[in-house]
Every structure is written in structure tokens, then in C-alpha cells.
């Protein structure tokens, strides 16, 4: 069974940093693109940043220049460097990504359980 695992979510003030993490674990044979969703209250689900297995990465423009996208990819983990936060940072933060399990050669998607972020003003 495969599932992904948050961390580092939490209460910062403004201009502050936050470094989330999302651990891929169970049966896999190969991971593709790894996300990150943010959904603030009240609104749709929406991509923050992707990186794919060969380390290109796509922001949405909201977040470019204060936001980075890693991964580790022997770690079978995917993080989000978070600098500068605005109070419109605000919302809970979901990994995604796009897993081979072994065995059945079968690419299918899996989210994480998600970890809040709160910027305070």
C-alpha cells in the first residue's frame, strides 16, 4: 500500500519561512511528477508547484521567486521551501504525485492527507 506523508506545516507571521515536507512509502517502483495543492477555506483546490522526475519544475505566479520545489528522489520525498509567506498563504497544503507500484506497472495518483499553514499578519 502506498501513501504519502506531510510534515512541516504550522503558524508563522508574515515574511516568515516554512519548509514542508511529503514522504512517498509502500510499494513503488517509480514516481513521476510530484505537486503541491494548496485549498484555503471556502475555495477549490489549487496547484502551488510540480516537479518532475528529472528535476523541471513549473510555479504558479503567485508564489514564483518565493517558493522552491526540491525533491529527493532516493528518499522518495518532495519538499516546498516557503519564504516570504503572505497572509494569503494561508490553507492546507497537499502532496500529489504520480506512483508505479511494483508489480502491476500501473501509474496511478495518490494525495497526501494535507498539513495547514497559517500566515499571521
Known amino acids: 500500500q502506498v501513501q504519502l506523508v506531510e510534515s512541516g506545516g504550522g503558524l508563522v507571521q508574515a515574511g516568515g519561512s516554512l519548509t514542508l515536507s511529503c514522504a512517498a512509502s509502500g510499494s513503488i517502483r517509480s514516481i513521476s511528477t510530484m505537486d503541491w495543492y494548496r485549498q484555503a477555506p471556502g475555495k477549490q483546490r489549487d496547484l502551488v508547484a510540480f516537479?518532475?522526475?528529472?528535476?523541471?519544475?513549473h510555479y504558479v505566479d503567485s508564489v514564483k521567486g518565493r517558493f522552491t520545489i526540491s525533491r529527493d528522489n532516493a528518499k522518495n520525498t518532495v519538499y516546498l521551501q516557503m519564504n516570504s509567506l503572505k497572509p494569503e498563504d494561508t490553507a492546507v497544503y497537499y502532496c500529489?504525485?504520480?506512483?508505479?507500484?511494483?508489480?502491476?506497472?500501473?501509474?496511478?495518483?495518490?494525495w497526501g492527507q494535507g498539513t495547514q499553514v497559517t500566515v499571521s499578519s
Open positions: 516537479i518532475t522526475s528529472g528535476g523541471n519544475t
Open positions: 500529489y504525485a504520480d506512483i508505479v507500484n511494483q508489480g502491476d506497472y500501473i501509474r496511478r495518483p495518490y
